[in-house]
C-alpha cells in the first residue's frame, strides 16, 4: 500500500528524511552536524580534534553521512573539507535544540 495514498507526503521525500534520519539517529554523527552547522566547511583534522574523537571514527562517520546526501565534501590539495550537502538536517539539530531548552525551562 502507498503511503502517499493517505497522506500529504509522497513516498520519495518519506523515503529519503527517513534514510537520513536514521544516519542522524548517532551521537556521533549529530555533533560532527553540530559542529559544521556553525562554519561553512572544516576539514578531517578540524572535526576530529573539535570533537576529541579518533581522526578514523571521524572519517568513518563524515563518509557515511556524504553518502546519505547529508553532507557535502571538496578537495584541495591534501585537505577534504566537509560542509552541510542538506540543509534539512538542520532542522534535526533545531529540534533538539528545542527540546533540549523546553528541559533547562
Known amino acids: 500500500m502507498s503511503s502517499s495514498s493517505t497522506t500529504d507526503l509522497p513516498d520519495p521525500l518519506v523515503e529519503t528524511t527517513a534514510r537520513m534520519l536514521r544516519c542522524l539517529g548517532h551521537p556521533v554523527r549529530l555533533r560532527i552536524l553540530d559542529y559544521l552547522e556553525r562554519r561553512d566547511e572544516a576539514t ?9 574523537i579518533e581522526q578514523a571514527v ?6 557515511l553521512m556524504r553518502d546519505k546526501g547529508i553532507l557535502a565534501r571538496r578537495k584541495d590539495g591534501v585537505n577534504v573539507y566537509y560542509r552541510l550537502g542538506d540543509p534539512r538536517a538542520l532542522k534535526v539539530l533545531s529540534c533538539l535544540r ?5 528541559e533547562q525551562g
Request: glycine share 4%.
Open 44 to 52: 578531517v583534522t578540524e572535526v576530529y580534534e573539535a570533537l576529541e
Open 58 to 63: 571521524c572519517s568513518q562517520h563524515l563518509n
Open 98 to 102: 528545542g527540546s533540549a531548552a523546553q
